[in-house]
């Protein structure tokens, strides 16, 4: 067994390959980047940020000051408190008409954590998971960490940036263990409607492909658009869904590092022995304020919703107005990813090429300081995000800027 300690054989040295194989998260480090040069005093419009700007709100607050004045500060079960995931319980059920039992539920350390842990328990080496484009920009990077083999299938703005049933058809291979759905999408705004959802599941259900149902943006959708969890379609789909869900976005808790995960028995309890093996709780006080955020009034979603609602409008339709660039109306989250390519090839006051989205989203941020995420991160290089999380005065000045600096491009 103590192979290395023989003559002549070499000790294995280095980072492994799995973690060679991935960057760090594009989306925080732009975020990192912005908060750095305002720090330094720079003025920078910040686009670029993926987190609501309202402060979590105070009935949650109190609630986590409670817990810490109780004394509720030690390790609670690995996978979370009996009554969080009642909560998320009775959320799925008042909101999405899904029931669940405590052993389908597991409460992680943030959404990104439940994707993770259903990537460690589900993927082999060689699996296939099928993602759409553009997607958030953790799917892939959580494959190839868990040596399983990103199939990216394009959607466009003609579709809604939607995948068809045709598209999912085709990509299948009898290799292809998931399918990840991201509604309402991060970056693109769009959502999936039942129909849409109908014709996946049935594909999904006839070649036996677990589908991983992102749907933290779930509160956040505008003009009246109704949300449709793909689990809530009958039971043969739900038994091969793992819904992810999470009180960051919908409660401007962010920090606080809480998401859930709700399906079938089995990959549940699985990703429940990862995380005993890893994390063990989310944090105790988190998890009496996420109770608080999911049983407590729900006015703040509305009120957040509203604000987001009015700077959506005047962000897209200020965005249609700039020559070059086109803009669908997001019916959901609080990004709007425009079309950018046709400024492409052309030339900054300074002789810069810009060729491509980041070259575009670094002359933005040096010449114009306005921070955004280019698209490349989302796999669709011809466009760019710019989060509306920020103020109304930030947004007019950045679209400002952002027109300025497009005006200034040379055509070559
Ligand atoms: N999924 C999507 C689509 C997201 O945009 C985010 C935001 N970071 C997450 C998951 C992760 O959320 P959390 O902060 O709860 O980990
Ligand atoms: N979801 C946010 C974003 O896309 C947060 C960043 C991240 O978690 O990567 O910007």
């Known amino acids: 067994m103590r192979g290395n300690a023989q003559k002549g054989t070499a000790r294995p040295m280095g980072i492994a390959k799995r973690a060679q194989a991935i960057k760090p998260s594009p989306t925080l480090a732009t975020a990192a980047k912005a908060k750095a040069m305002k720090a330094q005093g720079i003025d920078v419009v910040d686009f670029g940020v993926g987190e609501p700007d309202f402060d979590t709100p105070e009935n949650v607050k109190q609630a986590g000051i409670r ?35 405590k052993s389908q539920v597991l409460i992680s350390c943030g959404a990104k954590h439940s994707l993770y842990n259903i990537a460690e328990a589900l993927f ?3 699996d296939e998971v099928i993602i759409p484009s553009p997607y958030w920009v953790s799917y892939p990077d959580q494959a190839l960490l868990n040596d399983a083999m990103p199939v990216i299938v394009e959607t466009t703005p003609e579709e809604g940036f939607k995948l068809s049933a045709k598209n999912l058809a ?24 039942r129909n849409t959802l109908e014709e996946i599941a049935a594909l999904a259900v006839q070649h036996g492909i677990y589908v991983v149902s992102d749907e933290i943006y779930e509160k956040l959708i ?15 789909i739900k038994d ?23 399906g079938p028995k089995d990959v549940i309890t699985a ?17 009496k304020a996420a109770v608080e955020a999911l049983r407590g009034p729900q006015d703040f979603v509305r009120t957040m919703n509203v604000e987001f609602d009015k700077r959506r409008k005047y962000m897209v339709e200020r965005l249609n107005t700039i020559p ?36 575009l989203a670094a002359y933005l941020l040096e010449d114009a300081r306005v921070a955004l995420v280019s698209g ?8 760019i995000r710019l989060s509306y999380a920020t103020s109304m005065e930030s947004i007019k000045k950045g679209l400002d800027r952002i027109e300025e600096a497009v005006k200034n491009l040379k055509k070559l």
């Not at 996978?79 to 008409?97: C, M, P, S, W, Y």
């Not at 292809?176 to 999936?192: D, H, W």
């Not at 990703?271 to 998890?287: D, G, L, V």
Request: hydrophobic fraction near 35%; charged fraction near 15%.
């Open 222 to 236: 505008y003009d009246g658009f109704s949300h449709v969890s793909i689990a809530s379609l009958g039971q043969k």
């Open 271 to 287: 990703m429940a022995n990862i995380q005993s093996q890893s994390t063990s709780n989310p944090a105790s006080i988190s998890q």
């Open 240 to 262: 091969l869904t793992l819904v992810v869900n999470g009180v960051s976005k919908s409660h401007s808790m962010t920090g606080w590092r809480i998401g859930y995960a709700a």
């Open 67 to 101: 817990a810490i004045q109780s004394g509720f500060t030690k390790y609670t079960p690995a996978g979370g408190t009996d009554e969080l995931k009642e909560a998320v319980i009775e959320k799925f059920k008042k909101d999405n008409g899904l029931l669940y039992e």
């Open 376 to 383: 490349d991160a989302f796999g669709a290089d011809a466009y």
């Open 170 to 193: 085709q990509a299948i291979t009898k290799k292809t263990k998931a399918l990840i759905l991201n509604s309402p999408s991060n970056p693109t705004g769009q959502a999936y409607d």
């Open 324 to 359: 070059g660039v086109t803009c669908l109306m997001p019916v959901g989250a609080f990004y709007a990813f425009p079309r950018v390519s046709a400024l492409y090839g052309r030339e900054t006051a300074a002789g810069k090429a810009v060729r491509n989205s980041s070259e």
């Open 124 to 126: 082999d080496p060689g």
